[in-house]
């Protein structure tokens, strides 16, 4: 098992930044990959932004150029550094780990932490 705790969370003016940061324990050795979803009110869950452990990226298209993701694999952490917010970013942000296993994946999530982004 994997357990997944976030911090970094609150209430930021347009323009402003936040960080999240994000770490794992447990049986972290099989993580692969490592990332950023959210979900506003009443809208799906969305990506925001992955890293595996070899260290490939994706971000969605509405974060690229202004949220940058990061990881360190040897302390099992993962920020996400969020630059220009916009009120569209007001969310809660939910930290991923995926963890690879013969060939199948298993996913964990975390309790998720607020980001309010105020006009």
């Known amino acids: 098992q994997v357990q997944l705790v976030e911090s970094g969370g609150g209430l930021v003016q347009a323009g402003g930044s936040l960080r999240l940061s994000c770490v794992a324990s447990g049986t972290t050795f099989s993580i692969n990959a490592m990332g950023w979803y959210r979900q506003a009110p009443g809208k799906p869950r969305e990506l925001v932004a992955i890293?595996?452990?070899?260290?490939?990226?994706n971000y969605a298209d509405s974060v690229k150029g202004r949220f940058t993701i990061s990881r360190d694999n040897a302390e099992n952490t993962v920020d996400l550094q969020m630059n220009s917010l916009k009120p569209e970013d007001t969310a809660v942000y939910y930290c991923n780990a995926i963890r690879s296993v013969s060939g199948l994946y298993y996913p964990y999530w975390g309790q998720g932490t607020q980001v309010t982004v105020s006009s």
């Open positions: 890293i595996t452990s070899s260290g490939r990226l």
